[in-house]
């Protein structure tokens, strides 16, 4: 198999740089390991606010679908169940689809895999009962099974708000949030938001240990004031997420560590290109961003490819990328700004290599 | 915490374990898993790397940024030995017997 | 800060440790092993670690092989257990007509009381029924088996430890130099230390540390990259010439060679490969899953042989590389005792002096 692009990872920032792409004519191919496009959209029931305005307002799972229709129309290759493996001795990736293995060619690879929930330790960790959000969502959003009836939920952020508010919609008691940060350090929106829902937040707390015999039925909650003991079935972990980079190092990318954008991540530079002249990142696996971030990041990273490719002139392509940079400053404000300043900061040390 | 909080789900290595490889001296990742199997399991370490990598910190004071990660090995998912093979006719592996019984042996 | 020692060992890998195991076994010196890394972060910690006796040709070197392997029930009575399991070894062939040359080895190795029996296709099956009908014969000997090596370099050190070695990891040598009879060893970390005696130990990296002494110690640097299996229920009892079963029940695969220099990456086509080889041997492997792959970067002398030995032009320094130093290191660790403490050996190590290179290239035969 051959193609000009190919994008590792079909969620939001794959799909966005595949429809981009192929709307410029090249022909390219989008591996993905599961068995639909739209990564972890699929499981994200509510309602995305601040999407580009081209996509109006929708839920992750509507946005997904838009997308597979799409990209399917626009004559995509998307190789579904198909799981990027390895690397050839020179440099072409090894896919598998379970039946089979072999190598596509192609001219620029572009990895858009992601990020992974970070676990959270403490004794009684691995119980059945506890797990992650997106454990959760799964069970949630698209098996349609309750995780639990009683539960706590570890880390106040964007994402453990929609995790509650969807567990409270579906008849689960939300018995706090746990944060190890204090009050003063998390955002003042984001606490409205738990308030304006009635989800008591302790902050300056951690989930001492968890117990149960079968699965978990206690936590204690340590807390410099209250000590508690929770009587739960269910909690949850939303203890941030990490790029995941797997295909990016087996590309031989550099890499570098940012903590404000998820820990390790590749360099790159304006265009999105990694040290390897011939590979691109996008999405969250470039840094944990919020959803405009991730479909900006792609298209910019798609407008370094069309540069590369010889498709747009040095000067078409400097003028989209300076209207997407400054979008991508505004999708990146408030909360995000520090993940805008360190992804600044890496690209700027990228740009002598550039030349 | 409790020393016998399980980190390595897949190799049910706890804290403890860990500490006694930084005792013995090792401080990277990749030596403490040669010592103690921890990210040795199907999950290549996915789930327990950034955890090993704080116990690693607070044991040793750096920073953990200053804490590498292990380096990362092909396949990137568990692949059967039959996918991987299924349109292989040959193989480049020679085999030792040919091997011992031409001149040199470099065995192994 | 001058730190003295009566002996340097450069290298804590298989080597390096087991020569200082044995060398503390009196406790007459005192000793440092400094090692660049953590030790198992060379060639030692991504190895098969088969204890292979029955192959290895010609028969002297076979037979050191032997000798080797003789020693690994009094060194676990010693040091521990290191799963030294003396499993048997099958070197299975597909050709009818590699029967001859399998009946000349095992002729050969006959000489020097290496027990080597040719099998026959049912004969194979017998001893092991899961690997493939395709197989014509094999070679086979009881001498054969493997060791974790893991446990073997960690309880060298940890016996070493006990009879007072000093250790110093994550601590590059960066410079040796001889000075008024005495090694002067620059490290990176821990200053400058002064040895009366110096071993370099070094594995892949031995021609550096020869390059700081200003000798050139003809090696090469093969790579290998080896398959690892989910743990499996017990599926072979025996080491299979190309594969192993690990206590914990992981399969590993490999025998593959390549000279890239050090580097330790792996690649889709040799994996493949090694997957290949994998289930033509044992068909069954077919539904086994790969969980991971690694490399290791074996050190090749030049003629495939060890170099073990003081260098004939720098008194007190000595080196010790070789191929294979996991079968081996029992057997190198007791013998370096022996020439550094003594001044003699057991068994002559002329054959395995770094001189027979130059004698080569003065075009005198060698073995
Ligand atoms: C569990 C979870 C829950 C989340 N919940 C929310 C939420 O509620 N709200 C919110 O705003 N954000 C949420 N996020 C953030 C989420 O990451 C982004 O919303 C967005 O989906 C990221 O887009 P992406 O394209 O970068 O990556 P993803 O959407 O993660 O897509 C990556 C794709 O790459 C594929 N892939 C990975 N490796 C390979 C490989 N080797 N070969 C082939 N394919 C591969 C994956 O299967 C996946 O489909 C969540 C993230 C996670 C992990
Ligand atoms: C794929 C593969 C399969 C193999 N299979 C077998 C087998 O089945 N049976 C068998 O017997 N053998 C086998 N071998 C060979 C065996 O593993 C090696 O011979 C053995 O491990 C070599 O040990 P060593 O101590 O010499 O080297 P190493 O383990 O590499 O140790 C050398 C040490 O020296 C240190 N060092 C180097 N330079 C410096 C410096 N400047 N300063 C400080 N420290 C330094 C390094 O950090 C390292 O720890 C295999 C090898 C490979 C690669
Ligand atoms: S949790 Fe450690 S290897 Fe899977």
Redesign the interface.
């Known amino acids: 198999m051959e193609f000009e692009l190919v994008i590792i990872g079909g969620g939001p920032a794959g799909l966005m740089a595949a429809l981009t792409a192929a709307e410029k004519g090249v022909k390219t191919a989008i591996v993905e390991e599961s068995f639909a496009l739209g990564g972890q959209l699929r499981q994200q029931a509510q309602v995305l606010e601040n999407l580009p305005k081209e996509f109006g307002k929708q839920s992750g799972i509507a946005l997904a679908k838009f997308f597979s229709n799409k990209v399917s129309s626009i004559g995509v290759t998307a190789l579904l169940g198909h799981t990027m493996i390895g690397t050839y001795r020179n440099g072409t990736i090894g896919v598998s689809n379970g039946k089979d293995t072999f190598p596509i060619y192609a001219k620029k690879i572009l990895v858009t895999t992601g990020a992974a929930e970070q676990a959270a330790l403490f004794p009684g960790w691995t119980l059945p009962g506890v797990m992650t959000i997106g454990a959760a969502q799964i069970l949630l959003n698209r098996e349609r099974v309750l995780p639990g009836k009683e539960a706590v939920v570890l880390g106040c952020n964007s994402i453990s708000y929609d995790i509650a508010k969807q567990l409270r919609a579906c008849g689960v008691n939300v018995q706090g949030i746990i944060e190890k940060k204090s009050i003063d350090e998390i955002d003042k929106e984001l606490i409205e938001k738990f308030e304006s829902e009635n989800i008591e937040v302790f902050f300056h707390s951690n989930i001492e240990k968890a117990a149960g015999k079968q699965h978990v039925e206690k936590v204690w909650i340590d807390n410099d004031v209250l000590k508690k003991e929770r009587e739960i079935d269910l909690v949850c972990i939303s203890n941030g997420l990490y790029p995941v980079t797997e295909p990016l190092e087996l590309l031989d990318c550099e890499f570098t560590y940012i903590e404000n954008l998820g820990g390790r991540i590749p360099k790159y530079g304006s265009s999105f290109t990694t040290s390897n002249s011939s590979v691109y990142v996008a999405g969250n696996a470039a840094g944990i961003t919020c959803i405009e971030g991730i479909l900006v990041t792609a298209s910019i990273a798609v407008t370094g490819i069309l540069e590369d490719l010889a498709i747009l002139n040095n000067i078409e392509a400097k003028k989209q990328k300076e209207i997407l940079w400054t979008e991508l400053l505004k999708a990146e404000t408030g909360r995000y700004s520090k993940v805008h300043d360190a992804r600044i900061s890496l690209v700027n040390d990228f740009l002598p290599k550039e030349i | 915490?409790?020393k016998?909080?399980?980190?390595c789900?897949c190799e049910e290595i706890n804290i403890d374990e860990i500490e006694t490889a930084l005792k013995?001296?090792?401080?990277?990742f990749?030596?403490i898993k040669?010592?103690t199997r921890c990210g040795?399991?199907?999950c290549?370490s996915?789930?327990?790397t950034?955890?090993v990598r704080?116990i690693i910190a607070a044991y040793t004071g750096e920073p953990?940024?200053h804490i590498e990660?292990p380096k990362?090995?092909?396949?990137?998912?568990?692949?059967?030995?039959?996918?991987?093979?299924?349109?292989?006719e040959?193989?480049?592996?020679?085999?030792?017997?040919?091997?011992?019984?031409s001149e040199?042996?470099?065995?192994? | 800060m001058d730190k003295y020692v009566d002996i340097a060992i450069i290298g804590s890998g298989v080597v390096g440790s087991s020569i200082a195991y044995h060398l503390s076994e009196s406790r007459q010196k005192e000793i440092i092993v400094i090692d660049k890394g953590f030790p198992l972060s060379g060639t030692s910690g991504s190895t098969q670690a088969w204890v292979w006796v029955h192959n290895k040709s010609p028969s002297w070197y076979g037979e050191l092989s032997m000798y080797s392997a003789e020693l690994y029930p009094f060194l676990e009575k010693k040091i521990g257990d290191v799963e030294y399991k003396r499993t048997g070894g099958i070197a299975p062939f597909f050709d009818e007509e590699d029967r001859e040359k399998a009946l000349k080895l095992a002729e050969k190795q006959a000489e020097v009381g290496i027990k080597v029996e040719v099998l026959n296709r049912n004969q194979v099956l017998e001893k092991e029924p899961v690997l493939s009908s395709k197989i014509a014969g094999a070679t086979y000997s009881s001498i054969d088996g493997n060791v974790n090596p893991f446990r073997l370099v960690e309880l060298y050190i940890k016996a070493a430890k006990k009879n007072d070695v000093k250790f110093s990891f994550y601590n590059p040598v960066i410079d040796i130099k001889k000075e008024s009879g005495f090694f002067r060893i620059t490290t990176k970390n821990e200053g400058t230390y002064t040895a009366e005696k110096i071993i370099l130990a070094g594995g892949p990296w031995t021609k550096e540390l020869g390059s700081f002494l200003g000798i050139d110690i003809p090696v090469k640097q093969v790579r290998g990259q080896i398959l690892v299996t989910e743990p499996l229920a017990p599926l072979f009892r025996h080491t299979i010439a190309g594969m192993r079963q690990t206590d914990n029940g992981e399969v590993l695969i490999g025998y593959s060679k390549e000279e890239v220099g050090y580097d330790r990456r792996t690649t889709m086509e040799v994996i493949q490969d090694t997957a290949k080889m994998a289930v033509d041997y044992i068909p069954a492997l077919a539904n086994a899953n790969l969980v991971r792959s690694f490399s290791g970067v074996r050190v090749i002398p030049e003629d495939g042989f060890p170099i073990v030995g003081e260098i004939s032009n720098i008194k007190n320094a000595y080196l010790a590389v070789m191929h294979s130093g996991v079968t081996l290191s029992p057997l190198v660790g007791t013998l370096m005792a022996e020439l550094l403490l003594e001044g003699e050996t057991s068994i002559d190590l002329g054959r395995l002096s770094l001189d027979r290179f130059e004698k080569k290239s003065n075009g005198a035969v060698v073995q």
Do not use: H, W
Not at chain 2, 4 to 7: A, L, N, Q, R
Not at chain 2, 104 to 108: F, H
């Open positions: 915490m409790d016998s909080t399980i980190v789900k013995a001296g090792a401080c990277q990749d030596d040669r010592l040795m399991g199907p290549q996915k789930v327990c950034n955890m704080e953990m940024e990660y990362n090995r092909m396949p990137i998912k568990i692949t059967r030995l039959g996918v991987l093979v299924a349109n292989q040959t193989s480049s592996v020679v085999s030792v017997f040919k091997e011992s019984v040199v042996d470099t065995n192994g």
